[in-house]
């Protein structure tokens, strides 16, 4: 409470959704310049964008890049402010008086830990790469997994 005020609530919601519609409008812009002459089916759980651009027929190579840059420093932003965050958490643990209180504490953590190294290693392999010979059955295969187990 003393350091979320409801003006920097506010803010950094407005911020995201902001930058989330501004990055997503431009990835927009990008894809419906494509054209697409061969079948329509895309072989995935989801319309995704790795198998939409290998069902383009032009050129996509700017779109990949533009994807993978556009992807990439929301997501390693995030994940930096939340290692940061966790940083500071891990120290106020190793202050605490209590064995079981620390205990408890990394216990949690290490939970939390584990579902962010699930969601980000997925992202990073599914979107933070430009590479346009990227597998679409390891690209199922991560969107799966990371469906299924997170």
């Not at 310049?33 to 290998?54: A, M, Q, R, V, Y």
């Not at 205990?103 to 599914?126: D, E, P, Q």
Request: aromatic share 10%; proline share 3%; glycine share 4%.
């Amino acid at each position: 409470a003393a350091i979320m005020k409801r003006q920097l609530c506010t803010r950094l919601v407005v911020a995201a959704w902001v930058i989330g519609f501004t990055l997503s409008s431009y990835h927009l812009v990008l894809l419906s310049e494509l054209t697409f002459c061969g079948p329509n089916k895309i072989h995935h759980f989801f319309c995704d964008n790795s198998p939409l651009f290998k069902l383009s027929c032009s050129d996509a190579s700017l779109l990949w890049k533009a994807d993978s840059l556009l992807i990439s420093f929301p997501l390693l932003g995030s994940l930096c402010l939340i290692l940061v965050s966790y940083m500071c958490i891990f120290h106020c643990i190793l202050h605490m008086p209590s064995a079981s209180g620390r205990k408890k504490a990394f216990a949690t953590c290490s939970s939390h830990l584990t579902t962010l190294a699930i969601a980000y290693g997925s992202c990073t392999v599914l979107y933070a790469q430009p590479s346009e010979d990227v597998s679409l059955d390891t690209n199922r295969t991560v969107a799966l997994l990371n469906t299924v187990l997170y």
